[in-house]
Nanobody, 124 residues
Framework: EVQLVESGGGLVQAGGSLRLSCTAS????????IGWFRQAPGKEREGVSS????????NYADSVKGRFTISSDNAKNTVYLQMNSLQPEDTAVYYC?????????????????WGQGTQVTVSS
């Protein structure tokens, strides 16, 4: 079964940076998209960013544009989310997910497999 493992979360002060990693294994998709989502306590899960592994196309939520950068290392089956200028409102559990296809999307219902999540806490 497809496995996704996130890492890189932690506690950081406002204005700081973190880099999340998502490593996928046990999958045979030729074309796929990996997305990052987050969920804060009491809030709905929201899309943060996604990347098409074949085309390299990316998209971002308006709230993170200019601060977050998604990238991939295809040889390692790993996608990264570089998060800069973090703010307390970025505090959430961050999940990565994978779907078949080649168009990046942040519609969470389209993703087939999910990781367990990694906590990001930004203190003010």
């Amino acid at each position: 079964e497809v496995q996704l493992v996130e890492s890189g979360g932690g506690l950081v002060q406002a204005g700081g940076s973190l880099r999340l990693s998502c490593t996928a294994s046990e999958f045979t998709f030729v074309d796929y998209v990996i997305g990052w989502f987050r969920q804060a306590p009491g809030k709905e899960r929201e899309g943060v960013s996604s990347i098409s592994i074949r085309t390299g196309l990316t998209n971002y939520a308006d709230s993170v544009k200019g601060r977050f950068t998604i990238s991939s290392d295809n040889a390692k089956n790993t996608v990264y989310l570089q998060m800069n200028s973090l703010q307390p409102e970025d505090t959430a559990v961050y999940y990565c997910a994978i779907m078949r296809g080649y168009l990046p999307t942040m519609g969470f219902y389209e993703y087939e497999y999910w990781g367990q999540g990694t906590q990001v806490t930004v203190s003010s």
